[in-house]
């Protein structure tokens, strides 16, 4: 194959996109992301409309971490993507995301503890682009967890 190969080219493109999809699982990325700016310029929040084809499922059987497809879903809402500028609120998707995988296969764990730590409500499963908590962390009165609400202002 020749470097002008539009197979190559292919290929080279359809890599990058997951490659760079799969990197959407990771809350330090997308704060990253949300700090550089990214997530206010239109042509980034359209390049993001774009990659939802990767939910298709003759796409998503490439995925390794499906999670990122609900990142992906989520980083539709202007809301969500506000939010991840904040690093309270990176904090509770790494909470989110760790529980969900240390949890999956357990069911008798997430029926005992519910899908979250004590103390933490997951801001992500479950929840439809729109719906975004703006507390991160919600005081349980039996943990020493601090009420941490999102607006900075």
């Not at 999809?21 to 239109?42: S, T």
């Not at 998707?93 to 008798?108: A, M, Q």
Request: charged fraction near 20%.
């Amino acid at each position: 194959m020749t470097r002008g190969d539009p197979n190559t080219a292919e290929k080279t493109r359809f890599l990058a996109e997951l490659e760079f999809v799969q990197c959407l699982a990771n809350p330090d990325y997308l704060h990253y992301l949300a700090q550089q700016g990214y997530f206010g310029e239109p042509a980034f929040i359209n390049y993001l409309k774009y990659l939802t084809y990767w939910s298709q499922p003759q796409y998503a059987k490439f995925i390794e971490y499906p999670y990122c497809l609900t990142m992906l879903n989520l980083l539709q809402d202007p809301i969500f993507r506000e939010s991840l500028k904040h690093a309270q609120f990176k904090q509770t998707l790494h909470l989110s995301e760790h529980r969900h995988w240390s949890t999956w296969r357990n069911k008798r764990e997430i029926e005992r503890h519910g899908p979250m730590m004590p103390g933490v409500r997951s801001v992500v499963f479950g929840q439809e682009p729109g719906i975004v908590a703006a507390d991160a962390v919600e005081q349980s009165s039996s943990d020493n967890v601090t009420n941490t609400n999102m607006d900075t202002s």
